[in-house]
């Protein structure tokens, strides 16, 4: 069991239904408009999300949940920063912002292998799992078939 180690924000966040959203880095065309529509239902839904947002298609979907009200949980792969990015401020102080942690502050960057703790911490604490796109025989791939909850895959 992978434990949050550090957080900034909200933690009652936790509590709430989330949906973990995973997408690989490499990801064909017809992924992408997927994930945006996917995004939007669910802001508009108002639905949790917990996310590590660090692929490029992740980054995206955190813009599109960001215009929303809804609860976002950020999960990191490495030790939380001392400064907050900009954009997260407002949100933070708003309460719908949590960025969670399985490292401490010692941990610097992200490697394959702080991902793989972090996605696994995002699968234990999620209620539902969705994946924008899996490339065949990747570390996600791999990460996804340790778990018997179900996984939505939008490609």
């Known amino acids: 069991m992978q434990e949050v180690k550090d957080k900034i924000g909200n933690i009652e966040l936790l509590k709430l239904q989330k949906t973990a959203f995973f997408c690989s880095r490499s990801i064909p065309a017809s992924a992408v408009l997927k994930c945006y529509d996917w995004a939007i239902q669910q802001r508009e839904a108002g639905n949790c999300v917990i996310s590590g947002f660090h692929s490029q298609l992740e980054k995206d979907v955190f813009h599109y949940l960001l215009k929303g009200n809804q609860a976002i949980i950020i ?22 912002i949590l960025l969670i942690s399985p490292f401490d502050k ?12 972090r996605n696994i911490m995002m699968i234990e604490l999620a209620d539902n799992i969705t994946v924008g796109y899996a490339s065949e025989g990747g570390k996600l791939e791999s990460i996804l078939k340790t778990t018997e909850k179900e996984i939505i895959r939008l490609v």
Do not use: C, N, S, W
């Not at 990191?76 to 719908?96: C, T, Y």
């Open 75 to 96: 999960a990191v792969a490495r030790g939380l920063k001392e400064k907050i990015e900009p954009d997260l401020i407002k949100p933070l102080e708003q309460g719908r």
């Open 106 to 117: 010692t941990v610097k960057r992200v490697t394959v292998q702080t991902a793989e703790i």
